[in-house]
């Protein structure tokens, strides 16, 4: 009897890596080992970018249902983690991904998170993304001056949203997975967040100009300020512009000085450590999301990143004998993950789990970096199969894969997959079809 299941999504997952059996075996033999057990699908993103498809994994419908994707899944009817939890799971997220962060409602049926989140990332997604929206109505001139008041409180009211989160956050997460640097940062803004609060009351109009002229990227020492110390300020912006331009001009160079990035041996380690712990609770439920594949080209954990170059001998044989045309940061970064799943397969073989955990591995959209016949494009032209071709991995389900070709299976078959080897069924909101054969509805 199932009584583990485990949804991982591995950031940035390409679908050729694990649906083509072409090098798999030798470049993520743990991967292959798990296929060989189960089964794996290729599937259509809904989306080509992390923020636009995570409602569709989590809620089953389109990124722009429900009033879209900007504010994460707040508006839409229910979560698949409530589904699971109703039925009577304990549930737990660990996580490394900026987009589950705070006041976006990912954290609804969720019983534990365990979320390595970088709030500076977060503040400046949400200024640079929502509030942008509002300054940009405030821009037309044709504007009567209540309706001017009107966009300003919106965009105040959906800014003191997030600062109070910020607050909440901190008390109710467990901070034990953030590193060092990662808690001082995250406190810090936590708690100049209510001193942006109190300047919101006091002060909104330097509040106002605040948003719309500091660059996004350095807000967070800005923020609850009443003065700016210029020098230590200027330095920041001068560090976070080459590396914005950095970004920009060599798009498929390695970055120095960017976010901070987590990486799969915390969250995996994270899981192995619940699991050990776990011989009391009946039915358990872990969401997983991994960054190192997305962020393949960040090089600001550097000893992380040296330690990937043990699998190069590996990857160069590939190469050389037509195994893979990725590039060799992608592959490394993948083939680090693949070791972890190792790492978690043995735990749970160790535990007498392995045959009572049924698992799901998918990605959230591919990644243009890793190989494609065509340049680097901005999100909204990402239509081509490097950015939206994905595999779905199902594992210990004890149900038939649908084989019928030209069946078109997307992002929501992921949580419905796994709702349908758990036997809960899905909400009326919810039109994700599984790769399984059980499908009555099949279409
Ligand atoms: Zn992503």
């Given at each position: 009897m199932i009584t583990k299941t485990i949804c991982l999504i591995i950031d940035g997952?390409?679908?050729?890596?694990?649906?083509?059996?072409?090098?798999r075996k030798m470049l993520f033999p743990n991967l292959d080992k798990i296929i060989k057990h189960g089964a794996v699908y290729p599937a259509t993103s809904n989306a080509q970018s992390t923020q636009f498809v995570m409602p569709s994994i989590f809620c089953?419908?389109?990124?722009?249902?429900?009033?879209?994707?900007?504010?994460?899944?707040?508006?839409?009817?229910?979560s698949y983690i409530e589904l699971v939890h109703k039925a009577g799971y304990e549930t737990q997220m660990i996580s490394s991904c900026n987009?589950?962060?705070?006041?976006?409602?990912?954290?609804?049926?969720?019983?534990?998170i365990k979320a390595t989140i970088d709030f500076r990332v977060i503040l400046e997604q949400n200024i640079s993304r929502n509030l942008a929206h509002y300054f940009n109505e405030l821009?037309?001139?044709?504007?009567n001056v209540r309706d001017k008041e009107n966009i300003e409180k919106e965009l105040l009211d959906d800014y003191k949203k997030l600062l109070r989160a910020f607050i909440d956050t901190i008390h109710d997460?467990?901070?034990?997975?953030?590193?060092k640097k990662l808690a001082y940062y995250n406190h810090l803004v936590s708690n100049q967040s209510q001193h942006e609060l109190t300047l919101i009351d006091t002060n909104k109009e330097l509040i106002l100009k605040r948003l719309s002229s500091i660059p996004a990227g350095v807000y967070w020492y800005a923020l609850?300020?009443?003065?700016?110390?210029m020098i230590l300020f200027f330095l920041l912006r001068l560090k976070v512009g080459i590396t914005w331009r950095w970004r920009k001009h060599t798009r498929n160079m390695p970055i120095l000085l960017s976010h901070w990035v987590s990486v799969s041996s915390e969250i995996f380690q994270e899981l192995i450590n619940e699991l050990k712990n776990s011989?009391?609770?009946?039915k358990q439920h872990f969401h997983l999301h991994v960054m190192d594949v997305h962020d393949c080209?960040?090089?600001?954990r550097i000893f992380i990143k040296i330690y990937h170059f043990k699998f190069f001998p590996k990857w160069i044989y590939a190469k050389l004998h037509g195994f893979t045309d990725r590039r060799l940061l992608y592959d490394l970064s993948l083939m680090y993950v693949d070791e972890k799943i190792g790492d978690l397969m043995n735990a749970l073989e160790d535990k007498q789990l392995t045959d009572k955990t049924a698992i799901v591995i998918s990605g959230d959209h591919g990644s243009s970096?890793?190989?494609?016949?065509?340049?680097y494009k901005h999100v909204y032209f990402r239509?081509?199969?490097?950015?939206i071709s994905i595999p779905i991995v199902a594992y210990n389900c004890n149900k038939n894969i649908s084989t019928v070709p030209g069946k078109l299976r997307d992002s929501m078959s992921i949580t419905a997959t796994l709702l349908d080897f758990m036997k809960i069924l899905p909400d009326k909101s919810f039109l994700g079809m599984g790769i399984t054969n059980s499908n009555s509805n099949d279409r």
């Open positions: 997952l390409r679908s050729e890596c694990l649906c083509s059996t072409n090098g089953q419908n389109y990124p722009l249902d429900y009033g879209g994707y900007s504010d994460g899944i707040v508006h839409r009817p229910v987009q589950l962060g705070v006041a976006s409602g990912y954290s609804r049926g969720f019983d534990k821009k037309n001139l044709n504007l997460t467990d901070t034990s997975v953030w590193g609850g300020k009443k003065r700016i110390p011989e009391k609770i009946k080209i960040s090089f600001n970096y890793a190989e494609s016949p065509r340049n239509t081509y199969y490097e950015d």
